[in-house]
């Protein structure tokens, strides 16, 4: 087989971490397989690299982030592949742009435009493992990028889509993706299999067990994902299409998202196309906006409520600025998620959840659902209370 094994931050977070790995990709080729890893940077690497950008600058370029941060994975993908060199294995280790990874120019959340095959399977050819720096990219003209946090996944399944891999490996420090983060709720399970989609909405809606464009990207070229612990030998979870996941729960999984900040803009002129500038404001400065609430206008006037990032908060401030006669933000909520392909076909889900967080006088703030969740924004102290109940309340540990 091929496979395309990506290791995350804990499982190279030290010297031994790393040689733990190579072991582990050195009895996959015994095994005959060959095997492309990708590596993250040591665990808490990349936040202490923005840590001391930070405090260098409130504003640091973002080009230049991404040269700092690119760094972090550098150095465990030289030492992974230094590692298997000492086993006596031939490797070789290379950064994003190395293996080929040619990105858009919007920096630190780079979107990947196109990954030849060719810079890493003529050194599969050769019978070398290859060892490419996760999360890394460059554009056409060379300049050094970023995939956005957690973006080692995406490198990982970009290139198992490149290179057409049989399977893609997610090494991790869990055991897998269960019903919701097993350090919220001791009592979460580990599911053997979930869908392309509920993974998706999951991922996006803040269980960072797999970064949410890299589940985009698996679907799209169906590459087969399994998450799983470095740690241990246990079976993971598989990402696969709907069809293959003979159970549809009601509700499949809970995530928790404490990255959000609302957005309340009071009095803004409510006359047509001042949705489309407000957003557009904030998207040409790549802001993800998310559950956008627009009450009922009076005397020409309506207000708009809606959620960003927290981490992107300030940005959004300096955007909006001069689009209402007031303008009110809140950094202190969280938005948590039920997620589940059986949804469609049932009715009733959203109640429960409504009076679950009512019993525990949880007010909510903001709704909004789709095909396969149901999203509420609460008061961010609330949000892991929320969580356990709802995990009880759909009995998701059963
Ligand atoms: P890595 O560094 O390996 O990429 P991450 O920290 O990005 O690992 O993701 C793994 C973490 O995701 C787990 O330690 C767990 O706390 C968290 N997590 C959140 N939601 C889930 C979930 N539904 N299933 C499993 N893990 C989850
Ligand atoms: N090191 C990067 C991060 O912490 C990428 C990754 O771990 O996937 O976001
Ligand atoms: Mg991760």
């Known amino acids: 087989m091929l496979i395309v094994q990506k290791y995350g931050g804990t499982s190279v977070g030290s010297i031994e971490r790393i040689q733990a790995v190579a072991k582990r990709v050195e009895k996959a080729v015994m095994r005959g397989d060959r095997v492309v890893v990708v590596v993250s940077a040591m665990s808490g690497e990349t936040n202490k690299l923005i840590d001391m950008a930070t405090r260098v600058s409130k504003t640091p370029a973002a080009r230049e982030m991404d040269m700092l941060l690119s760094s972090g994975e550098r150095v465990t993908c030289a030492l992974t592949a230094i590692a298997l060199k000492e086993l006596g294995l031939e490797a070789i280790a290379l950064t994003g742009r190395q293996a080929g990874i040619v990105t858009d120019s ?105 970064q949410n464009r890299s589940v985009e990207l698996a679907k799209k070229l169906q590459v087969k994902v399994v998450t799983r612990s470095s740690f241990n030998e246990n079976e993971g979870t598989l990402i696969t299409s709907e069809e293959e996941c003979m159970e549809k729960p009601i509700v499949s999984g809970i995530a928790l998202d404490k990255n959000q900040a609302r957005c309340s803009l009071i009095g803004v002129a409510d006359r047509p196309g001042i949705a489309a500038e407000i957003f557009e404001t904030l998207a040409s400065t790549a802001i993800n906006v998310d559950m956008i609430v627009q009450t009922v206008g009076q005397d020409g006037k309506t207000n708009m409520d809606f959620t960003v990032p927290s981490t992107e908060l300030e940005q959004a401030k300096r955007a909006l600025s001069g689009f209402a006669n007031a303008q009110e933000f809140d950094d202190q909520v969280c938005k948590v998620s039920i997620v589940g392909v059986g949804m469609k076909s049932h009715s009733g889900v959203a109640a429960r959840m409504f009076s679950s967080l009512a019993k525990e006088n949880i007010n909510i703030l903001m709704i909004s659902t789709s095909e396969i969740k149901i999203s509420v924004v609460i008061a961010r102290k609330y949000g892991e209370l929320a969580v356990r109940i709802l995990h009880a309340a759909y009995e998701l540990d059963k």
């Open 106 to 210: 919007t920096h630190t959340k780079a979107r990947i435009e196109e990954i030849p095959s060719e810079p890493v399977t003529k050194h599969i050819k050769e019978g070398k493992i290859v060892v490419v720096a996760g999360f890394q990219g460059a554009t056409r003209n060379g300049e050094v990028t970023t995939l956005g946090r957690g973006g080692s996944d995406l490198t990982a399944v970009a290139i198992a889509g490149a290179i057409k891999a049989d399977l893609c490996e997610i090494y991790t420090d869990v055991d897998g993706v269960y019903t919701t983060d097993p350090r919220v709720e001791e009592k979460a399970r580990k599911l053997d299999r979930v869908s392309y989609d509920e993974m998706l909405e999951l991922a996006s809606l803040g269980a960072k067990v797999l």
